[in-house]
């Protein structure tokens, strides 16, 4: 028996993935309900409270820049109190973000704000995953990462739409207080489920720089894919509403965009977790990547709606085959013993990459044009590719290949 069966059968029985329905996938499409409604409004916080454009662009990135500050510390506090502890911190953390961001009397409150809900997503977000990892049989992980992921997308879909009655009343707050709400309901139905006495893995404690030192083989290869990854999916939400704007596309043309590339990338969202376990990480990754190439490649040749759309729903496409792709593959390889520590450096690979993905839009259409951006993005999701097809695992339950050891 393996060292992760032997996890799982202190656990009990493995879980079926319908039994998480109501204490995992569903409070996730709660809680994406109230980010989605709130994502765009803490700009227009931002503006209400005296910031330029340009400051209220920098304090809405402060929350990726949370997560990227708080990956590594959350292994540790996963580790140290397990999944249902690390939920209940993540969701107070949460809910403390969202409450000083209503509050706040000026922007240097709602700066802070913002890197709190960047730290709740971390700890929420590695939780969750070290969670899974330990209850889902090896042969349904594929498919029950890229579901979590999916019920995240789907609330964070519906949330504008949802949120819409409330903005109108109360104004930018109005949202804000109804992810207040989603995150408390969210934490308390994900308090219910069983922590499993090995879910971190067991044994010795190691410091995080050791965890890192000692795995830098493979967060340097598999782990420079997964930044990659970060950096494409941020960036075609930061490219593709510029874009569109530099064709002269209106606000609610964009809107609808933006709609159809989201369905796009909610309905894959369980084939895409099918595929990665029949196939395998590779065989899902490569085509995720070079989906997202062809994408960037082709926005600067588009200069109507009908082009904007089609390389908006390609992008999409991809973003929805790549859904639970990273998750998978660092549960795929995260060390028994060092688990939650493993995984939290392994997030942070990805969440440099989306922190960085919209700055390299920024700074890349500063120096040159919008299109060469977009074309630097395309380059940079073929590599992503090659990196997938050179370290990535070939089928389901093989190991990384040799050269990460």
């Given amino acids: 028996m393996s060292e992760r069966s032997a996890v799982l059968g202190e656990v009990a029985m493995p879980v079926r993935l319908r039994s998480l329905t109501w204490t995992v996938f569903v409070p996730m499409v709660v809680y994406g309900v109230g980010s989605g409604a709130a994502a765009p409004m803490y700009a227009l916080r931002a503006l209400d409270l005296g910031a330029s454009a340009a400051i209220a662009g920098v304090i809405v990135a402060l929350s990726g820049l949370g997560m990227v500050l708080t990956d590594l ?26 409450l000083a961001a ?62 819409a009655a409330v903005v109108h009343s109360l104004g930018p707050n109005g949202a804000l207080w109804l992810q207040l709400v989603t995150t408390v309901i ?48 941020a960036a075609r939400l930061a490219l593709l509403p510029l874009w569109a704007a530099h064709i002269g ?25 099918v595929w990665l376990d029949r196939y395998g990480r590779r065989a899902t990754g490569v085509p995720s990547m070079l989906l997202f190439a062809l994408g960037f490649g082709a926005l600067p040749f588009t200069s109507s709606v009908l082009g904007l759309g089609c390389a908006a729903v390609l992008l999409g496409l991809a973003n929805g085959l790549s859904n639970g792709l990273i998750m998978t593959v660092g549960a795929d390889v995260a060390p028994e013993g ?50 997938m097809h050179r370290w990535f695992p070939g089928v389901v339950g093989t190991p990384a290949r040799r050269e990460t050891e």
């Avoid at 502890?85 to 809910?95: D, P, Q, T």
């Avoid at 509050?103 to 890197?115: D, E, K, R, S």
């Avoid at 049989?137 to 498919?143: D, I, K, N, S």
């Avoid at 690979?349 to 390299?360: K, L, N, Y």
């Fill in 249 to 273: 596309s209106s606000a609610s043309t964009t809107s609808l965009v933006f709609g159809a590339a989201g369905a796009v990338d909610v309905l894959m969202s369980y084939p895409a977790g």
């Fill in 186 to 233: 969210s934490g308390a139905a994900m308090a219910a489920i069983r922590s499993p006495e090995a879910a971190g893995g067991a044994g010795e404690r190691h410091s995080l720089g050791a965890v890192v030192v000692e795995h830098r083989r493979v967060l340097g290869t598999l782990g420079s894919a997964a930044l990659l990854v970060g950096a494409a999916r």
């Fill in 73 to 98: 510390p959350a292994g540790r506090v996963v580790a140290r109190i397990g999944e249902r502890g690390a939920l209940a911190v993540g969701s107070v953390l949460g809910a403390v973000g969202v």
């Fill in 338 to 387: 060092q688990r939650a520590e493993f995984l939290g450096a392994w997030r942070l690979t990805h969440d440099i990459g989306m922190f960085a993905g919209p700055v390299a839009v920024g700074a890349i259409s500063a120096l040159t044009v919008l299109g060469g951006a977009s074309i630097a993005l395309a380059v940079t999701a073929a590599a992503g590719a090659y990196t």
């Fill in 102 to 163: 209503i509050v706040a009397p000026n922007v240097g409150v709602l700066a802070l704000a913002m890197l709190l809900n960047g730290a709740a997503g971390a700890v929420w977000g590695l939780a969750r995953q070290t969670y899974l990892v330990a209850v889902v049989p090896t042969a349904e992980l594929g498919r029950a990462m890229s579901t979590l992921a999916g019920s995240m997308r789907l609330g964070f879909f519906c949330g504008p739409f949802l949120g």
